[in-house]
């Protein structure tokens, strides 16, 4: 039986990868706390662009200022170790899988020219299923290292102190070990399921929007270039539920505040989380970085707009 061996060298641009990964983590803190639903500053009255009354949520670089006034600079890296070590593990199995299984082939245009279109659907086909495997096995190996970050991250809601940070691997070992202590071995992949769904899915929409535009709609070959970013745009706008979902399992029932009411509720499964923030219309809170609205339960008085408080509903009789 061959051996397994880890590549010698770096994957191609994963030192840069991992750099931009630790410059931009303050952004994904933010991020993946508001993703969990905590929005510690109140919204504030605005009006949109339309001229429409609207409660207004602090934009990602407000929610990061907010961050550091309360625990420092150090705060913006939480969670860095494990997700940097996610980036690299994710890599590193991705180039030993396309040592196991390679990519097809580059063809040349005459090549692909002389292709009919059913031969170009069974190579896409192919192609877009080999790298479906390879994004599912990186998936799957990488989760414990997410629900770790995660985890680390969502610390803040509640304020607890080195259950998933603080130690000399950055958090790492603390995260296991408290991972398993209180969710057992399968707590490690909390959150898989909508991940993995949401990132194969990824994958397949891409390609095949790039496929579709390139074989049938663009013929100039410097136009399809383009089209994977376009496709890119495409699969993750469709697919971002399934990520604020995961990062929501991953941090349900784990021993932190920020899994546990009032923050969260209590969620039996990841479908039951899904079908309560779509209900709520949160699938896709922290899409929007810069321009955010408080889409809760609101009233409107004459030209003003303000959030429904639960001092609101109490009738004036059980208050005196």
């Not at 039986?1 to 880890?6: A, H, P």
């Not at 508001?34 to 009006?47: D, N, S, V, Y």
């Not at 980036?87 to 180039?95: D, E, G, K, P």
């Given at each position: 039986?061959?051996?397994?061996?880890?590549?010698?060298?770096?994957?191609?641009?994963?030192?840069?990868?991992?750099?931009?990964?630790?410059?931009?983590?303050?952004?994904?803190?933010?991020?993946?706390?508001?993703?969990?639903?905590?929005?510690?500053?109140?919204?504030?009255?605005?009006?949109?662009?339309?001229?429409?009354?609207?409660?207004?949520?602090?934009?990602v670089?407000?929610?990061?200022?907010?961050?550091?006034?309360?625990?420092?600079?150090?705060?913006?890296?939480?969670?860095?170790t494990?997700?940097?070590?996610?980036?690299?593990?994710?890599?590193?199995?991705?180039?030993?899988?396309?040592?196991?299984?390679?990519?097809?082939?580059?063809?040349t245009?005459?090549?692909?020219?002389?292709?009919?279109?059913?031969?170009?659907?069974?190579?896409?086909l192919?192609?877009?299923?080999?790298?479906?495997?390879?994004?599912?096995?990186?998936?799957?190996?990488?989760?414990?290292?997410?629900?770790?970050?995660?985890?680390?991250?969502?610390?803040?809601?509640?304020?607890?102190?080195?259950?998933?940070?603080?130690?000399?691997?950055?958090?790492?070992?603390?995260?296991?070990?408290?991972?398993?202590?209180?969710?057992?071995?399968?707590?490690?992949?909390?959150?898989?399921?909508?991940?993995?769904?949401?990132?194969?899915?990824?994958?397949?929409?891409?390609?095949?929007?790039?496929?579709?535009?390139?074989t049938?709609?663009?013929?100039?070959?410097?136009?399809?270039?383009?089209?994977?970013?376009?496709?890119?745009?495409?699969?993750?706008?469709?697919?971002?539920?399934?990520?604020?979902?995961?990062?929501?399992?991953?941090?349900?029932?784990?021993?932190?505040?920020?899994?546990?009411?009032?923050?969260?509720?209590?969620?039996?499964?990841?479908?039951?989380?899904?079908?309560?923030?779509k209900?709520?219309?949160?699938?896709?809170?922290?899409?929007?970085?810069?321009?955010?609205?408080?889409?809760?339960?609101?009233?409107?008085?004459?030209?003003?707009?303000?959030?429904?408080?639960?001092?609101?509903?109490?009738?004036?009789?059980?208050?005196?």
């Open positions: 039986m061959e051996k397994l061996e880890l590549p010698q060298e770096f994957p191609p641009g994963l030192a840069f990868k991992m750099g931009m990964s630790f410059v931009a983590h303050p952004l994904e803190v933010s991020k993946v706390l508001i993703q969990l639903g905590h929005e510690p500053i109140a919204p504030r009255r605005t009006r949109t662009m339309l001229g429409k009354p609207a409660l207004a949520l602090p934009s670089f407000q929610y990061c200022n907010f961050i550091r006034r309360r625990e420092g600079f150090t705060g913006l890296w939480r969670g860095v494990p997700r940097l070590s996610s980036i690299a593990l994710q890599s590193f199995t991705a180039a030993k899988f396309d040592q196991l299984v390679p990519p097809e082939a580059e063809l245009d005459e090549e692909e020219a002389r292709m009919t279109d059913e031969e170009k659907i069974q190579r896409f192919r192609m877009t299923l080999r790298d479906m495997a390879n994004k599912a096995v990186c998936v799957v190996l990488s989760q414990p290292l997410q629900v770790i970050a995660v985890r680390a991250i969502g610390e803040f809601v509640g304020g607890e102190k080195e259950k998933y940070t603080g130690d000399i691997t950055g958090g790492i070992y603390n995260g296991l070990v408290s991972t398993v202590n209180e969710n057992g071995l399968v707590g490690l992949w909390s959150g898989l399921i909508p991940r993995l769904i949401g990132e194969v899915s990824l994958v397949a929409v891409s390609a095949s929007v790039t496929f579709l535009i390139n049938y709609v663009l013929h100039d070959k410097d136009m399809q270039k383009y089209t994977s970013n376009f496709s890119n745009f495409i699969g993750n706008s469709l697919t971002y539920p399934f990520q604020v979902v995961g990062n929501c399992m991953a941090v349900s029932r784990s021993g932190l505040a920020a899994g546990y009411p009032p923050f969260m509720p209590l969620y039996v499964s990841w479908t039951d989380c899904f079908s309560h923030l209900s709520q219309n949160q699938l896709k809170r922290g899409s929007s970085l810069l321009f955010r609205y408080y889409t809760g339960p609101q009233v409107i008085v004459g030209d003003r707009i303000m959030p429904v408080s639960a001092n609101m509903l109490k009738s004036p009789a059980s208050t005196s």
